[in-house]
DNA sequence: TGGGTCCCATGCGACTCCTGATCGTCGAGG
DNA sequence: CCTCGACGATCAGGAGTCGCATGGGACCCA
C-alpha cells in the first residue's frame, strides 16, 4: 500500500512518514500543493493524507482538481483547528473524511486503515501485475506464470516495494529505509542478499541492476 | 464481531455487556460521549450502541460527529424515556435503530442481530462457503462437509474473522484487536493457541501459516 | 463441586535473518 | 584494448526469532 502525504509543516510530515512506514506503507511526502497534485496524479497511491493549509494550492484545491481528473483515490483531509474546515465543501470536494488537529497518531493510523479497508470492501484489488509477474500484496501471494513462488517475509517486503515503484530506479537505501527500521545501521549488503534471493526464487532478470545507483523493476516484457 | 457501547448508567452498561459478550460479541464499554466518539473513531467497531442522555457529548451529537468523520458502523440509540426521542433528529444524524428504555434484553439483542445482518445484506450473505468449509455468521454454526463443528465462543470469533477476509493474510495484531476486547493487553500466543484449535477441530491445512506476517485462510485451489 | 472455556507459561523445533568472506563483473582511464 | 579499482553477487554458518504443542490454573455457570 502506497501513501502520499501533502504536509507543509515538515516535523509533523516527517514524524507521520516514520510512523506509517513502521506499520509496513510505502509514504511519500510533498510539502506544496502543487508538487502533490501533481504526485497524486502521476503515480498511484492507495491514499492520500492532505493538509488543508498548503502553500501553493490548499488541500481544497487539490482534492477537488484530483476528482475533476477522475481519480478516485481515498482522501484523508487534515485541518488546522477546529472551524477552520468546512465540511460541506470538504464534500463537496470529494474528501473521504477528515482530522482536525491535534490529533493523536493512533487516531490517524486507525482512520487509514478504515479507509483503506472501506475500499477494499468496495471491490478493489490489491493485486499488481507486471508482465508474468502477479504479486498479492493482502494474500501476501506472489506468482510467476503460473506457479506460485514462496517468499519469506523479507523477500517479499523487498519485492513489494520494488513493485510498488516498477520501472523507476529505487536506491538501496531507499529499500532499507522502507523494509527495515529506519534506524537500522546495518550493511547495504543486506539488500544485496535479498535481491540475490529474489532472482533465485523468481527470475533473474526481473530485478535490473543499476550500477551506483540501485535496483529497477522490469515493467515491459 | 465487536460492540461498543456508550452508556452512563453504569448498572446497565454492566449488564448488557456481559449478555452480549455471552453471545459471543467483544463488548467494550465507555461511560461518556467525548470517550464514545474517541473510541468509535480510533477502533474497528462492527456497532454501537449509543445512549442519547450523556454527559460530555450528548448523543446526537456523536452520531452526527461519526458520520461527519465518513464512518458508517451501525449504530443504534437507546433513549430514556419514551418522547425524549425525536425521531426526525435521530434518523437526521444517521442513527440505524432506537430502542425506548424500559426494553428487555431478548429485544435488544434481536436488534442488534438484525442491524449487523443488515449490514451483511448490504453486502455479503451471512453463509460463507469456502471448498468445503461452510460458516454461518448469523446462526454461528460451522459445517466441514456434512459434518457439524462444535466451537468455543472465542474459537468461531476468530474463524468468522478469517472467513471475512478470506484468501488474504490476517496478521495476529489484528485478530487481536478485532476479536478481543480493548482492555485485553495479552500477547499474541493466545491467537496461536486459538488457532490450533481450529485445525484440530477441523482440518490442519484450512488456515495457512505466513510466517512473520500472520495467517490465511485458503479459499479454494 | 464439577465441567467447560479461556488464558498463560514453558520448552522444543524449525526456519529466517544477518554477518563476513570470497568471488565475479563493470567501466573508466591510461 | 588492457588494467585496476570499486561495486555487486553469492555462499555458508551461527544466532536469534517465530510458531506450535501441551499442561495447568483462574474463572464462570450449572
Known amino acids: 500500500m502506497r501513501l502520499l502525504i501533502v504536509e507543509d509543516e515538515k516535523r509533523l510530515a516527517l514524524s507521520l512518514a516514520k510512523g506509517l512506514t513502521a506499520e509496513g506503507y510505502a509514504v511519500d511526502v510533498v510539502h506544496d500543493g502543487r508538487e502533490g497534485l501533481d504526485r497524486a496524479t502521476t503515480e498511484p497511491y492507495d491514499l492520500v493524507i492532505l493538509d488543508i493549509m498548503l502553500p501553493g494550492l490548499n488541500g481544497y484545491r487539490v482534492c477537488a482538481a484530483l476528482r475533476a481528473a477522475g481519480h478516485d483515490v481515498p482522501i484523508l483531509m487534515l485541518t488546522a483547528k477546529d472551524g477552520e474546515y468546512d465540511e460541506a465543501e470538504g464534500l463537496d470536494t470529494g474528501a473521504d473524511d477528515y482530522l482536525t488537529k491535534p490529533f493523536s497518531y493512533v487516531v490517524l493510523v486507525a482512520r487509514v486503515k478504515a479507509l483503506l ?54 536506491s538501496k537505501a531507499d529499500i532499507l529505509e522502507h523494509v527495515w527500521d529506519f ?14 534471493a529474489l532472482r533465485r526464487k523468481l527470475r533473474a532478470d526481473l530485478i535490473r541492476t543499476v550500477r551506483g545507483a540501485g535496483y529497477r523493476l522490469e515493467t515491459a516484457p
Not at 507486471?130 to 523487498?158: C, I, N, P, Q, Y
Open 117 to 170: 479497508r472501506r475500499r477494499r470492501a468496495a471491490g478493489a484489488s490489491p493485486v499488481h501485475v507486471h508482465g508474468d509477474l502477479k504479486v498479492d500484496t493482502a494474500a501476501r501471494r506472489v506468482w510467476l506464470g503460473e506457479e506460485e513462488a514462496e517468499l519469506t517475509a523479507k523477500e517479499f517486503s523487498v519485492l513489494e516495494h520494488l513493485v510498488l515503484r516498477a520501472g523507476e530506479v529505487v
Open 183 to 196: 534506524a537500522y545501521e546495518g550493511d547495504p549488503n543486506i539488500v544485496e542478499v535479498y535481491v540475490s
